[in-house]
């Protein structure tokens, strides 16, 4: 069964630090692998998703995540936090389910920004 | 472009009763489905509807159901509603093929469901 494992539920890094948020798959085929954010009281917002295509993707508020095969791993990073960055994040891998598809996602990580 | 809208936005109701939440499609998708993301927890997959028919299932039980209708929009209802079910239903629209392939998943901002 696919799944993916997000390890830390909470993060908290400093303005300005790098932000780095850890998501490990288990999947017997090649994965479709996705990061959301969920602001408070919101629903889900696409970061950015790995679809086989280039190993290192970019997405929305300089947010990327780097595919490693032989690491099973898919882990969000950014540069340089922003106060804005506060929220909570998960990581999802797609799986087929007959002639469709689910989402099957983490249990979250609360990423916290401080001054 | 309109995306993903849900009603109502919060919802209160006591063990027992029934619900309906309401979800409406990103203009062009074709493919709904409806998660359960309990406090603290991840989005867990309820069911999905294709063409107004179910297209696949998670762990629920029978008292969870849906409806698709022509336009797309969905339903998603409970009956005889416990404690557990107090959560935010999610609701995400997407344009699918019956192969599936790459297909994003927008999501709408959720219902509240408080079960007392």
């Known amino acids: 069964a696919q799944s993916v494992t997000q390890l830390g539920s909470h993060v908290s890094v400093s303005e300005g630090a790098l932000v780095l948020l850890r998501c490990n798959y288990s999947?017997?085929?090649?994965?479709?692998l996705f990061w959301y954010v969920q602001y408070p009281n919101q629903g889900l917002q696409l970061l950015l998703k790995?679809?086989?295509?280039?190993?290192l993707v970019k997405g929305i508020n300089g947010f990327e995540a780097e595919f490693k095969k032989s690491e099973t791993s898919f882990h969000l990073t950014k540069p340089s936090a922003h106060m804005s960055d506060a929220a909570e994040y998960f990581c999802?891998?797609?799986?087929?389910?007959?002639?469709?598809?689910?989402?099957?996602f983490g249990t979250g990580t609360q990423l916290k920004v401080e001054l | 472009e309109t995306g993903v809208t849900q009603s109502p936005t919060h919802l209160i109701k006591t063990r027992g009763q029934q619900v309906t939440l309401r979800c409406s499609s990103q203009?062009?998708?074709?493919?709904v489905s409806w998660y359960q993301q309990a406090l603290g927890q991840g989005p867990q997959f309820i069911f999905q509807?294709?063409?107004?028919?179910?297209?696949g299932r998670g762990n629920f039980p029978p008292r969870f159901s849906g409806l698709q209708f022509p336009n797309y929009s969905s339903e998603l209802n409970v009956n005889a509603l416990e404690l557990d079910d107090s959560a935010l239903y999610l609701c995400?629209?997407?344009?699918?093929?019956?192969?599936?392939?790459?297909?994003?998943?927008?999501f709408g901002p959720g219902t509240r469901l408080t079960v007392l």
């Open positions: 790995y679809t086989s295509a280039a190993t």
């Open positions: 999947s017997s085929v090649p994965p479709y």
């Open positions: 995400a629209s997407s344009l699918a093929s019956r192969t599936g392939g790459s297909n994003e998943q927008f």
């Open positions: 999802a891998v797609r799986v087929i389910t007959g002639g469709g598809n689910k989402l099957t």
């Open positions: 203009s062009g998708h074709n493919t």
């Open positions: 509807y294709y063409r107004e028919e179910e297209n």
